[in-house]
């Protein structure tokens, strides 16, 4: 019997770890590249052939301007995620802990609007998106994805746990129920803030077919959107291409492992990236 | 004095004129409205109104560069897709996406779940590790498998052992699909282990310790205990990945260099690329409208088989 437990604690561990150098390999692969003469790629070179060349030039390139890509993504994802940070705690306060009419129907749609795929509006938001004049501005960008249906509904369920009393009790205390809420629960809700801002956060930095599709002229570009268009122009120097690789991921990595538990936990309880 | 009075009497009147805008702002029906309106207006614009035109302008003949001459054509969209064999090869691509990466990565997905629920060293590093790809971005991650997928290099050749050619992977008409595929699994199996773990820890801990006095095997207790506690999980999960397959679309737009969306020559054009080609690149609106209504009748159809394929099983 214990004999049995310990190869089977063997086996454990040998799967695990393969499956995790499968995992870990690529990355790997990509930092040790973006460190290494073009030279020298695809064979093992010591530390004394390494530098960070390839992401100054992938920094500095004249073909094309990084430093504003960079600046477009953070612009973009702010707005994003400031808007989805007020409108949707608003709305999931509203159907969780006030009773009007109406409340029944807007419940409704935000459950059918989370079945419904993007890819289904896309053509028409193209349009309407060009007739407005806003093709290659940040309103395209950042307007139509300042809410986001499954956050709505992610907070009303945390809403509903905040016991109604404590909304009383800051009533009897003289404040409106709008006071209540911004005061005493939306702080009480930090967690689930932090899992919307995260999702909200990893979900905007990573898109790529809205940027590519509401903003195609370079100096509009993204970072996803850039890194891809200097992988078709510069293929064969992998360096600098996997240098493209590590500044776009890498944001996303730390603000990961910042906020790793909340992440996972909004995973878990809703099943939603960005 | 007559200031005093003055200053007390405007004072009252506010507070007055505060305590009935006050009384109009608390109640439930104003603030509810309120809170929502911010949600409702984008909704409406951005969600609503584009989603009603996708239904109507698929009737129309509208193009982008003639959008004041749009006229209604009736069913002519419609039956022009479904005579147009690209449409069915693009509808057959994604299905063999979903079918090769489906499995796989539930299946992927639930093991890693077991092994990271052990007691074992390192465990939440494992899990870690699983997880990041789903964070990164699918372009970054489609330009280093691009790399590693090159003829001659080390994991081509690798893969070389198990009967696949040497040759660059995206490039291949045989295997492009296959890469993708592979992408999206590398991208999803963290999604289902991080739901999977969730649900493991649910199980009752009393449900093993009885199988185990009725001398229940390993194998004994994940069938009969795990695998029936698991199915509501199991059913989520492949669904949320079959309509993830379903809209794979940025593994694609990276792998097609300067080419047509769906390169090397079609090869990996699916129902996405399809209605994007059409609807955007080409700009016939109507025409890629219809295809996009077609894609979410079958999306909401395959959702509704598996619920209930699942349901009958279980």
Known sequence: ?274 | MSDYQSVSASAKHNRIKQSWLRTLADSDLTLGWMFCLPFLILWAWWFFYPFIQSFTQSFTDANFTALGRAKFIGLQNYVQILHDKEFYRAVMHSLEIVLISVPVQTLFGLLMAILVNQKIKGKGLFRTVFFIPYITSQIAITTVFMMLFKKGTFVTELFGWFGFGNVTWFADTRYALLFVSILFIFQQCGFTMIVYLSGLQEVPKDLYEAGEIDGASIWAKFRYITVPYLRPITFFIVSVSTIGGFQIYDQIAAISRYGALGSPAGATNTVVTYFYQHGIRYMNIGYGSAAVVLFFFVIMAITFLQKKLIDEKG
């Open chain 1, 1 to 274: 019997m214990k004999s049995q437990k310990s190869i089977g604690l063997l086996i454990t561990y040998l799967v695990i770890i393969g499956l995790g150098i499968v995992f870990v390999l690529p990355f790997l692969y990509t930092v040790y590249t973006s460190l290494i003469p073009m030279r020298d790629v695809n064979s093992l070179v010591g530390p004394s052939h390494w530098s960070f060349g390839s992401y100054r030039k992938f920094f500095t390139n004249e073909a094309y301007n990084v430093p504003r890509w960079f600046m477009n993504t953070v612009i973009m994802t702010g707005i994003v995620v400031l808007g989805n940070l007020v409108i949707n705690p608003m709305a999931g306060f509203a159907l969780a802990k006030l009773d009007f009419k109406g409340k029944k129907l807007i419940y409704w749609i935000v459950v059918a609007t989370m079945m419904v795929p993007y890819h289904m509006i896309l053509i028409p938001v193209y349009v309407n998106i060009a007739q407005i004049g806003w093709m290659n501005t940040f309103w395209a960008l950042t307007v139509p994805f300042l809410y986001q249906c499954q956050y709505i509904f992610m907070l009303r369920q945390f809403f509903i746990s905040v016991p109604s009393e404590l909304i009383e009790a800051a009533r009897i205390d003289g404040m409106t129920k709008m006071g209540a809420f911004w005061r005493i629960v939306y702080p009480l809700g930090r967690s689930s803030m932090i899992t919307v801002a995260i999702l909200a956060f990893a979900g905007t930095w990573n898109s790529y077919l809205i940027p590519s599709t509401f903003a195609n002229t370079p100096d509009m570009y993204v970072l996803v959107v850039g890194l891809n268009s200097v992988k078709d122009l510069f293929f064969e120097n992998t360096p600098l291409i996997m240098a493209g690789v590590m500044l776009t991921t890498i944001p996303i990595l730390l603000f990961f492992f910042l906020f790793q538990r909340q992440y996972i936990e909004g995973i878990s309880s809703s099943g939603v990236k960005g």
